[in-house]
């Protein structure tokens, strides 16, 4: 088990901030609220998952509930998007 330094977290972080910066993931989760009954989340999926690599991160997964789950070296990085915030959390990957 590795711990997770501050480096590591700061290196995190800093690629995280860019993503929620861009707020492509905020528009594409209210364009999911109005068409979900219209198009294919594997569509989202895809973008989201291109989005997250150029931004040197590694996609894992992503929900429909717009659970984001990604990785950076050895941190596991969560991101939550809700309506009007986005709740993101870092761990270790063990």
């Known amino acids: 088990m590795k711990k997770l330094t501050r480096d590591m977290y700061k290196g995190a972080v800093g690629l995280v901030n860019d993503i929620m910066d861009d707020g492509r993931l905020f528009y594409l989760y209210d364009r999911w609220q109005d068409e979900k009954e ?3 989340f594997t569509d989202y999926i895809e973008h989201t998952k291109k989005f997250i690599d ?3 991160l590694t996609f894992v997964k992503m929900t429909k509930g717009f659970k984001i789950t990604m990785k950076h070296n050895d941190i596991i990085v969560h991101i939550k998007i ?3 915030s986005a709740n993101v959390t870092y761990e ?3």
Do not use: C, I, L, R
Request: proline share 0%; hydrophobic share 0%; net charge negative.
């Open 92 to 94: 270790e990957n063990k």
């Open 38 to 40: 219209y198009e294919d």
């Open 54 to 56: 150029e931004h040197g």
């Open 82 to 84: 809700n309506k009007n």
